[in-house]
């Protein structure tokens, strides 16, 4: 079992910056991928970025170059690091772990643990 929970998440102007973190615990075999999703109202849940390890990560091409995944192994944490922020990143945030995979890492049907979501809303 792994166990997940999101903080950081809020109300920003466009082009603001938030950074989301997300605390994991559990099984290290069911989390050595992991990945940060959102759904906005009305849309499919849509992969952000994914880290598999420092040389395996992977972003939407709608975020590319604004932001940036991370994670802390030995505190147990995932961060995005968001910036230039636009109304159409408005969602909520899922931080989402799986077992180690370097192909279609961002889609949802490969991540078994879930997060309860944080919800980050950009204002134009």
């Known amino acids: 079992q792994v166990q997940l929970v999101e903080s950081g998440g809020g109300s920003v102007q466009s082009g603001g910056s938030l950074t989301l973190s997300c605390a994991a615990s559990g099984s290290t075999d069911f989390r050595a991928t992991m990945a940060w999703f959102r759904q906005a109202p009305g849309k499919e849940r849509e992969g952000v970025a994914a880290n598999s390890g420092r040389a395996l990560i992977t972003y939407a091409d709608s975020v590319k170059g604004r932001f940036t995944i991370s994670r802390d192994n030995a505190k147990n944490m995932l961060y995005l690091n968001m910036n230039n922020l636009k109304p159409d990143d408005t969602a909520m945030y899922y931080c989402?772990?799986?077992?180690?995979?370097?192909?279609?890492?961002?889609?949802?049907?490969?991540?078994?643990?879930w997060g309860q979501g944080t919800q980050v809303t950009v204002s134009s």
């Open positions: 989402a772990a799986g077992a180690f995979m370097y192909t279609n890492v961002l889609a949802a049907d490969r991540y078994n643990y």
